[in-house]
């Protein structure tokens, strides 16, 4: 496999205090990737520097060995991004939503192909704020899937999700990364990584706790499930 991402020693600090810290990773073509942590640990920051929405106070970090702030173009034509917040304007339909999207790319993909792809071709018509919480979500990564990316960034995903609707979309993702796609998701849901990722990074307070295999994190541990290891890295161990 080849490197798509690479960040380096990458730091972030809001009003003193280090929300991003020393951190550095890669992540390979073709793999689910997952940053793990608690809310507030710095995943969504991450993602932002990552993708150069903000700007690092220290460090660096490149996508295609492009610098993301100074190719941005470039870099959003070959990149799906869906982030915690999408906000949509009121009583837009789905078909709207998705023509909009469209006109941003040379050569976007049929909406039609992605709504069937994610079960939605029956919400064509449907205005968004008519979706439940799971259509929504779906919806989420079809838009993101519009420009054909190669890599699609997915930040907490299901949260809020009943456990039938996030399952629902795991199997979606499962079939995104069957066809070559490389997916870099932020969650704090220990199922959701234990069944899609191929490799994890733990950060808390900013800062990288472990990172490996989904296996290897657990061996590293003194328990055999990743939930009861993830605690433990985490310093809130619970008694047996």
Not at 89 to 118: G, W
Not at 136 to 145: E, G, M, T
Not at 179 to 200: K, P, Q, V
């Amino acid at each position: 496999m080849s490197t798509c991402i690479e960040v380096n020693d990458l730091t972030k600090s809001f009003h003193g205090r280090a929300v991003v810290d020393g951190i550095t990773f890669r992540v390979e073509k073709g793999e689910v990737f997952g940053l793990l942590g608690h809310n507030g640990a710095g995943k969504s920051t991450t993602i932002d520097l990552v993708l150069g929405l903000k700007k690092p106070d220290g460090g660096n970090g490149t996508i295609f060995g492009m610098e993301p702030r100074a190719n941005r173009k470039a870099i959003f034509e070959r990149v799906g991004v869906q982030l915690q917040s999408s906000n949509y304007q009121n009583n837009i339909r789905v078909d709207e939503l998705c023509k909009e999207m469209s006109a941003l790319y040379e050569n976007p993909e049929d909406y039609h192909t992605l709504l069937h792809f994610f079960s939605l071709e029956k919400f064509e018509k449907s205005q968004v704020n008519k979706l439940s919480g799971g259509e929504k979500q779906r919806l989420s990564v079809a838009l993101a899937l519009i420009n054909k990316p190669e890599i699609v960034f997915l930040d907490e995903l299901t949260t809020g999700l009943d456990t039938a609707a996030r399952r629902e979309v795991w199997r979606h993702l499962r079939e995104l990364k069957n066809n070559g796609t490389t997916i870099f998701l932020t969650t704090h849901y220990m199922e959701e990584a234990e069944s899609l990722c191929d490799r994890i990074f733990l950060i808390k307070d900013g800062k990288k706790v472990t990172e490996g295999t989904v296996k290897e994190v657990i061996e590293s541990s003194p328990y055999d499930n990743l939930e009861e290891a993830y605690l433990w890295y985490m310093g809130e161990e619970v008694a047996r």
